[in-house]
């Protein structure tokens, strides 16, 4: 056994073992060296050293031994000499700090909810059952106590440690009667109805308690699937591209090949960041989605605050990264310009053959991406690295007796010069044989030339009574501010312009 020691406390025998004494002499020594050349130190100590013996009578008594965890138990509640206040202008008072200077915690041995209203009531030194009226009387004024309690408990820390438990009362405090679950001296129910009222009130947090959780759990199932839903089927279209996740018959725009397509429509070098950084903007919010879902369902505490923020300055400067990237890339596209050349028919023909020469189905495309409002449609060959456009085609009438051919070339570029560049750059072919026009059914670019919303139309003018036959391919190009049918008869396909526009006759011999 060790050896045990006899000391004198504010007029009070006690024993002590070896360790405890070493300790219990440094904390003393500490003191006696912050106080002892200050006015009115002395009293200080000899006060220091009654609660002292206050603290070693509740917890061991007289007969007992004092041990070495009992002076830290000691320690913890009066603090370390560092933890005093300095001295005042008088220089006559050296309390311990959490002897009156109180914080706001919310007080997690008297809850309800959330402890906000415990705590209140600690830090004013009055009954919490009054606070708790106050809020739910004030929740009938426009919701206002539920948005201030709300406030609150995401503002007010929980006082957790035995520290922080004596900010809040203000007072020395002794956790061996907070873990017995005592009501603090200077902060107690004295009435009846102040511990009925508290009662209803705990009952009431019970219920709103299970209904949060239902409520949170729903919602926590909710944000989960959605963000796994969502990030599966990124992860299906942008990374593995499964042509069938975005259909271009359903939406109109297949996204699962536009990482593809950005190849053609920024500077090389930069597609594998822009996609590396587009895989974080993307993923890193819906990975957060997902964990806090799993949270709310499990309900469970953990020390994520370096991952949560990590993840938040990764997301940021993700985001700032791709947006530079992307206005610098977009500075290309500022300005659009227009450029056009036509040609007459040497005969003016009273019948119009209008056919296809190079077609879309003769090409050997991977991807296709089309816009179905504005009819645009992109085509791309991986193997060859080209890029195929749609082109429009436009029937007008002629004042005269003329008939040409025009077409216009436009394009997008970071000055007028730079796009009408690009526009004259883009390759086209048609050709006028006799009585028919050939014409190809799509237009490219250049080898190693970005896309620049490319765009060439085709307008055919012609007089009045003139026939037009036009086959399947090219009536796919035909463009009209008026609706029309396409004919499906493969040998009556004439039309015929009028003074109102180009009219359906069916056969030549309608006519």
């Known amino acids: 056994m060790d050896k045990t020691i006899n000391i004198n406390l504010g007029g009070t025998l006690f024993q002590i073992d070896e360790e405890a004494y070493r300790l219990l002499r440094d904390y003393l020594q500490s003191i006696d060296l912050k106080f002892r050349n200050i006015p009115g130190g002395n009293e200080t100590i000899e006060d220091i050293e009654s609660r002292i013996a206050e603290i070693f009578q509740s917890q061991k008594g007289l007969a007992g031994v004092i041990t070495s965890e009992n002076v830290q138990a000691m320690i913890a509640i009066i603090g370390k000499p560092e933890d005093f206040e300095q001295t005042d202008s008088t220089g006559t008072t050296y309390e311990p700090a959490s002897s009156h200077r109180k914080k706001m915690y919310r007080n997690p041995d008297d809850t309800i909810i959330a402890g906000v209203c415990g705590g209140i009531g600690a830090y004013l030194n009055t009954d919490p059952v009054w606070i708790r009226i106050l809020f739910v009387v004030s929740v009938f004024f426009f919701l206002l106590g539920f948005f201030v309690y709300l406030a609150l408990w995401l503002v007010i820390p929980s006082a957790t440690t035995d520290s922080q438990k004596k900010e809040m009362f203000g007072v020395a405090y002794d956790p061996a009667i907070s873990s017995a679950k005592d009501k603090h001296p200077d902060y107690t129910t004295t009435t009846n109805i102040g511990n009925a009222f508290n009662e209803v009130f705990r009952a009431i947090g019970k219920v709103l308690y299970i209904i949060v959780r239902i409520l949170l759990i729903i919602t926590g199932i909710a944000l989960v699937v959605a963000g796994f839903v969502t990030l599966l089927t990124f992860i299906v279209v942008f990374i593995f591209k499964y042509p069938g996740a975005f259909s271009t018959d359903v939406v109109g725009f297949n996204l699962s090949y536009l990482p593809d397509f950005l190849n053609y429509i920024v500077t090389p070098k930069m597609v594998p960041w822009i996609k590396a950084l587009i895989v974080f903007v993307v993923t890193l919010p819906l990975l957060a989605i997902i964990y806090g879902g799993v949270r709310m369902i499990f309900w469970f505490r953990a020390r994520d605050g370096f991952v949560w923020l990590t993840g938040l300055v990764i997301w940021v400067m ?194």
């Open 318 to 511: 993700s985001t700032a990264a791709l947006s530079l990237i992307l206005f610098n890339e977009g500075v290309s596209f500022g300005e659009s310009e227009r450029t056009s050349s036509h040609e007459y028919f040497k005969v003016v023909p009273d019948t119009l053959f209008i056919r296809s020469d190079r077609k879309i189905s003769d090409l050997q495309v991977d991807n296709e991406i089309s816009v179905p409002d504005e009819e645009y449609r992109v085509f791309i060959s991986d193997e060859k690295k080209e890029v195929y456009i749609r082109t429009h085609l436009y029937i007008a009438s002629n004042d005269d007796n003329s008939a040409k051919v025009n077409v216009m070339k436009r394009s997008a570029g970071r000055n007028k010069l730079d796009a009408l560049e690009r526009a004259e750059r883009l390759q086209y072919n048609y050709r006028i044989s006799g009585k028919t026009l050939f014409l190809d059914e799509y237009f490219t670019i250049p080898a190693n030339t970005k896309w620049s919303f490319d765009f060439v139309a085709i307008t055919l003018n012609i007089p009045e009574g003139t026939v037009i036959y036009m086959d399947k391919t090219t009536e796919g190009l035909f463009h009209s501010t008026d609706d029309h049918d396409f004919v499906t008869d493969p040998k009556n396909r004439y039309w015929l312009m009028t003074e109102d526009g180009l009219d359906y006759i069916g056969s030549h011999h309608n006519y």
